[in-house]
Structures are given as structure tokens and as C-alpha cells.
């Protein structure tokens, strides 16, 4: 038996679409406070951070034997009195993981779950076409230049790892324009914009924007720009595989990119074909780098 931990965005909806195509049977899981959109009339297990341990025993309980994350979720708080007796015994682990990072958060949270028999699948695993083939997306290429930029990008988010930063950066002729951190990366596209996006860092669909149309940029950041999106060196995929979709396509639009770089075989790209869609009427393009 599989349990689906579904999070925000559509990814969530595309993992239960192919297991429902194979016959596979599951159960639907949420983190209390990020409900995903396409669960449905779904039973679900609702936990919180503070509860993992029962919610880990419920799922064993269940004869679950994998766990697949999809979907964004962020860092909730913690609250010490909503901490159960199950979790208590977990609570170190997960504080001391907390003071290193998001990717040493996930691994604890991993080894929580096999340590209890439960094998973490990641998403790629379930819907393979979720990784499109290298080479370019559209029928836009990235010029010499683009290339140069998105070795730079790439190097850039290899520094980034080592202090467990961010999966993502714009680059501009060699140098770089924005870098992700905890807010995510429509809020750092956003960053270039003359109007300065809100602090939450979580964007609906709903409240994206009311039309693709590129906006004035803040005076002191350059025009054009690559979005290169990779996996830091060492991070735990199973659980935390960068994700792009229409939504990043269409904001790259707005903030007046270039272009879109991926890391082949590292991050997922959802619903590619309106991805390539809003790419090619706009100009931009889409390339999955080796």
C-alpha cells in the first residue's frame, strides 16, 4: 500500500491521475495548513508536524509500506503543546535537523519513516514523464550567451548548497540578478519587478497575476535573464525534486526572462506541454540541460 502526501500545486493531481491508470490503490495524506486542489471527495489523513509519529504509526497501522511526497509544502511552525506522545521521542532529531537546513530537515523526516519499515518513493518514480528529455522544449534556443549563463547559474547553485540555500538563480551576461531562498522561486522572479513582492513567498494560481505581460523592472537590475533551475549537489530527490510549470513559465514572462534552464533528469516539469506553449508565443525558451 502507498500513501501520497499531496502538497500544493498540480503535481499532486498528476501522481493520482497515473496511479488511478494503473490500478494503484492508495491513501491520500495532507500537512495540516497546505491542502492540496485536486483531492476530490478523497478520504484523508490530515497530520501536523507535531503529530508525525502517530501519523507514521497510523500508516503502519494501515500496511503501508511506501510513502510519496508531490506537491509544495512548506516549514511549518512548531508548537510544543500540540507535540503527542508518539512524536516526543522524534523531537530532538527533528530540532537538530532543523538548525542545518531544509535538506537536512527531509533526510530526518525520511529516516523517520524507514526506520519504521516505510520506503520513500519519489514522484518521478510514479509518473517518469514528469522528467523531460534533454535538448530544447520549444522552438526558441538559447543563444551562446544563454549557454554561458547557465553554467554560471549552475555553478552558482552548487555554491548555494553548501549552505543549504536554494535550488534556483536568474542570470544576466555572467552575473547574478537573483538567487532563491526560503521564500521560493516566484517570489525571486518577482524581485526584479519595480513593485516588491509580498514576504508570505506562497503564490496561488488564483492571485498570480491577471495576464502574461512583462512589467517594468526596478531601475538598477538589467533587462533579459536566464531562470536556471537545478538540484543541489547531494539533495535528497526523493522528496525534494525542483518543479517547474506553467505558472513559472508565465511569471518568467511577466519579469521579462529570457529564457528557462533546467537540470536534465533533476527536475520535474509539469504539464510540459502548456510549459512549451506560453514559451514559444512569448519568445522564450526552454532548454533541459545535460
Not at 44 to 62: D, K, M, N, P, Y
Not at 91 to 117: C, H, I, K, S, W
Not at 253 to 282: F, P, T, W, Y
Request: charge should be negative; charged fraction near 20%.
Amino acid at each position: 500500500m502507498l500513501a501520497l502526501v499531496a502538497g500544493e500545486g498540480d503535481l499532486p493531481g498528476l501522481i493520482m491521475d497515473q496511479l488511478d491508470g494503473s490500478g494503484t490503490a492508495f491513501r491520500l495524506c495532507e500537512l495540516e495548513g497546505y491542502p492540496s486542489e485536486h483531492r476530490g471527495d478523497r478520504p484523508i489523513i490530515r497530520f501536523r508536524i507535531e503529530t508525525l509519529g502517530s501519523f507514521i504509526a497510523e500508516l503502519v497501522r494501515l500496511g503501508v509500506t511506501q510513502v510519496c511526497f508531490a506537491g509544495a509544502i512548506g516549514r511549518p511552525p512548531l508548537d510544543p503543546s500540540k507535540i503527542d506522545p508518539a512524536t516526543m521521542p522524534l523531537v530532538p532529531r527533528m530540532m537538530a535537523a532543523l538548525q542545518q537546513g531544509d535538506d537536512a530537515a527531509l533526510r530526518t523526516v525520511l529516516q523517520f519513516f524507514d526506520e519504521a519499515g516505510i520506503e520513500t518513493v519519489g514522484a518521478n518514480e510514479l509518473g517518469p514523464e514528469i522528467l523531460p528529455a534533454p535538448g530544447v522544449l520549444g522552438k526558441v534556443a538559447p543563444s551562446d550567451q544563454h549557454k554561458k549563463d547557465a553554467e554560471r547559474g549552475i555553478e552558482i547553485i552548487g555554491a548555494m548548497a553548501a549552505v543549504d540555500v536554494g535550488q534556483a538563480c536568474i542570470v544576466a551576461g555572467g552575473q547574478a540578478l537573483a538567487i532563491e531562498a526560503q521564500p521560493g522561486t516566484d517570489w525571486m522572479m518577482r524581485s526584479l519587478l519595480q513593485t516588491a513582492p509580498e514576504m508570505d513567498g506562497r503564490t496561488t494560481r488564483s492571485t498570480l497575476f491577471s495576464g502574461v505581460a512583462s512589467e517594468p523592472r526596478a531601475k538598477h537590475i538589467p533587462k533579459g535573464g536566464v531562470l536556471v533551475k537545478a538540484a543541489k549537489p547531494g539533495q535528497e530527490l526523493r522528496i525534494d525534486m525542483p518543479t517547474i510549470g506553467p505558472d513559472t513559465v508565465m511569471r518568467a514572462v511577466q519579469v521579462g526572462l529570457e529564457g528557462i534552464v533546467i537540470e536534465a533528469g533533476r527536475v520535474i516539469v509539469v504539464h510540459k506541454e502548456s510549459c512549451v506553449e506560453i514559451a514559444d508565443s512569448h519568445g522564450l525558451f526552454l532548454w533541459v540541460k545535460e
